[in-house]
């Protein structure tokens, strides 16, 4: 997630280390022919990104937010495996999981995703560059390699015998997709799960993300849960997220109740927020404004992108 986005309001026993590309993400074995490449936050990567192999190709999960780090991560698939890379899922339309598609593309790739992810890459990813983007910023936002193939709630891709689905959930943007490997026991959620990390509430409905939350056990049982922030995941940590998103909704309502409104609100909340979750990765960057963004979500006064017309999946 670029520092942009995150002031805009940015295990398993088979899990093991492989690679590390230098400070942008550690390559992580987190199932049968399954890797979840995960940023370090302080790298060009930003988002979580990952791949699996199949019998006759690979599928991509995330592209990061640079094409550098998107360049390097091809190079680690090739050391592993020398088939083709026919798919990319983007998980939901944000710059630090889409802007490396264009690395997977040259190579052939489809680019699969929600079609809302199709619909706002190049327009909504603009309001995260601030007021007076520069511009070749804008060019960049306005360059992204888009999807090819939309699904309006679920699609399964093949890999020769092996599924991957693709799975719709609500809450984070409007146009989040799960991707499961099932064979592997491997679920990538997009930033529909962050590990210890304050998560980005620019566009969520978070009571929306609340039953995506309860419903990912109920749905997929035992499984390593890759998030879009922060290293892979146990059913442990979606509850403790979970409870991360019910606090600030919780307290946020208090201080409405109170009368308090604007930065008032935020400043009788962060302390709150920081006595719970204050060694949380993004702290700095997104606890404030996720606190005013959920103001503005009970309130009914909150902004979020409109969702597209939908049909069936296509190409």
């Given at each position: 997630?670029?520092?942009?986005?995150?002031?805009?309001?940015?295990?398993?026993?088979?899990?093991?280390?492989?690679?590390?590309?230098g400070?942008?993400?550690?390559?992580?074995?987190?199932?049968?022919?399954?890797?979840a490449?995960?940023?370090?936050?302080?790298?060009?990567?930003?988002?979580?990104?990952?791949?699996?192999?199949?019998?006759?190709?690979?599928?991509?999960?995330?592209?990061?937010?640079?094409?550098?780090?998107?360049?390097?991560?091809?190079?680690?698939?090739?050391k592993?495996?020398?088939?083709?890379?026919?798919?990319?899922?983007?998980?939901?339309?944000?710059?630090?999981?889409?802007?490396?598609?264009?690395?997977?593309?040259?190579?052939?790739?489809a680019?699969?995703?929600?079609?809302?992810?199709?619909?706002?890459?190049?327009?909504?990813?603009?309001?995260?560059?601030?007021?007076?983007?520069?511009?070749?910023?804008?060019?960049?936002?306005?360059?992204?390699?888009?999807?090819?193939?939309?699904?309006?709630g679920?699609?399964?891709?093949?890999?020769?015998?092996?599924?991957?689905?693709?799975?719709?959930?609500?809450?984070?943007?409007?146009?989040d997709?799960?991707?499961?490997?099932?064979?592997?026991?491997?679920?990538?959620?997009?930033?529909?799960?962050?590990?210890?990390?304050?998560?980005?509430?620019?566009?969520?409905?978070?009571?929306?993300?609340?039953?995506?939350?309860?419903?990912?056990?109920?749905?997929?049982?035992?499984?390593?849960?890759?998030?879009?922030?922060?290293?892979?995941?146990?059913?442990?940590?979606?509850?403790?997220?979970?409870?991360?998103?019910?606090?600030v909704?919780?307290?946020?309502?208090?201080?409405?109740?109170?009368?308090?409104?604007?930065?008032?609100?935020?400043?009788?909340?962060?302390?709150?927020?920081?006595?719970?979750?204050g060694?949380?990765?993004?702290?700095?960057?997104?606890?404030?404004?996720?606190?005013?963004?959920?103001?503005?979500?009970?309130?009914?006064?909150?902004?979020?992108?409109?969702?597209?017309?939908?049909?069936?999946?296509?190409?």
């Amino acid at each position: 997630m670029t520092k942009s986005i995150l002031t805009a309001g940015v295990l398993a026993c088979c899990l093991s280390a492989v690679a590390q590309a230098g400070a942008d993400y550690n390559l992580q074995k987190v199932g049968d022919r399954v890797w979840a490449a995960i940023s370090t936050d302080t790298g060009k990567s930003d988002g979580n990104a990952g791949f699996v192999i199949g019998d006759d190709g690979i599928a991509v999960i995330d592209t990061f937010e640079d094409p550098a780090p998107a360049r390097d991560l091809l190079a680690d698939i090739h050391k592993i495996s020398n088939l083709p890379i026919k798919f990319v899922v983007n998980t939901h339309y944000h710059l630090d999981h889409v802007n490396g598609n264009g690395v997977f593309a040259a190579e052939g790739a489809a680019i699969v995703a929600h079609r809302n992810v199709r619909a706002w890459a190049r327009s909504e990813n603009l309001k995260f560059l601030g007021p007076n983007p520069k511009p070749e910023q804008k060019a960049m936002v306005e360059a992204i390699t888009l999807p090819t193939v939309v699904h309006d709630g679920a699609v399964d891709l093949y890999l020769g015998s092996r599924r991957v689905t693709v799975r719709f959930y609500p809450g984070h943007t409007g146009g989040d997709s799960v991707v499961s490997i099932p064979d592997a026991k491997v679920v990538f959620c997009g930033d529909l799960l962050w590990k210890e990390h304050i998560p980005n509430f620019i566009d969520a409905n978070t009571p929306a993300w609340i039953k995506t939350l309860d419903a990912f056990p109920a749905d997929y049982g035992v499984n390593t849960w890759v998030p879009g922030h922060g290293g892979p995941a146990m059913v442990e940590d979606i509850a403790t997220f979970r409870e991360y998103i019910v606090d600030v909704r919780t307290w946020v309502a208090n201080a409405r109740a109170e009368g308090k409104s604007g930065d008032a609100l935020v400043k009788s909340v962060l302390p709150e927020v920081r006595a719970k979750y204050g060694k949380w990765g993004y702290f700095d960057e997104l606890a404030s404004a996720g606190i005013q963004e959920t103001a503005e979500e009970l309130a009914g006064t909150k902004k979020v992108p409109v969702p597209v017309a939908s049909g069936g999946a296509s190409q």
